[in-house]
DNA sequence: TGAATGACTCGAT
DNA sequence: GATCGAGCCATTC
């Protein structure tokens, strides 16, 4: 375990907290905050940890580039992703994002 | 040690 | 447009 792999995930749940109530990013999209725009998959990774650590992090308004709920089977319910993002006024339709394009939002270096 | 896997994305066909 | 293959890199077996 390298401090730069901790820093890495530590940055994905940084950007994720920073997530406004309401709104939702993609996977691809921390990927290109933290560097590598290919690096999604690490990101999902870090997604996986997500529910271990503390304070909670906001996994749920974090999606795949096409408004996908492609996560929401590792939350303790499948359905509890839909139920969170609903709640906070996401259109949410067959595990897809309807208003994707007006709650879509950019990780803008919270410096 | 090497190969496989994963909550992804992009470019080419 | 839809589909396919390659790239990314940490974690697991």
New binding site residues.
């Given amino acids: 375990?390298k401090p730069?792999?901790y820093d890495?995930n530590h940055r994905v749940f940084d950007v994720v907290r920073l997530i406004p109530p309401g709104r939702v990013t993609?996977?691809?999209a921390i990927a290109a905050f933290l560097g590598?725009?290919?690096?999604?998959?690490?990101v999902?990774?870090a997604?996986?940890l997500?529910?271990a650590i503390d304070p909670k992090i906001p996994?749920h308004r974090?999606v795949?580039?096409?408004g996908l709920l492609?996560?929401k089977m590792?939350f303790s319910h499948p359905d509890r992703m839909q139920e969170l993002l609903e709640a906070e006024g996401v259109i949410v339709c067959n595990d897809q994002i309807q208003n994707f394009n007006d709650v879509f939002w950019v990780p803008e270096i919270p410096l």
């Fill in positions: 375990m730069e792999n890495f993609t996977y691809g590598s725009k290919r690096s999604s998959r690490m999902g990774w997604m996986n997500s529910h996994a974090v795949n580039r096409q492609t996560g590792h």
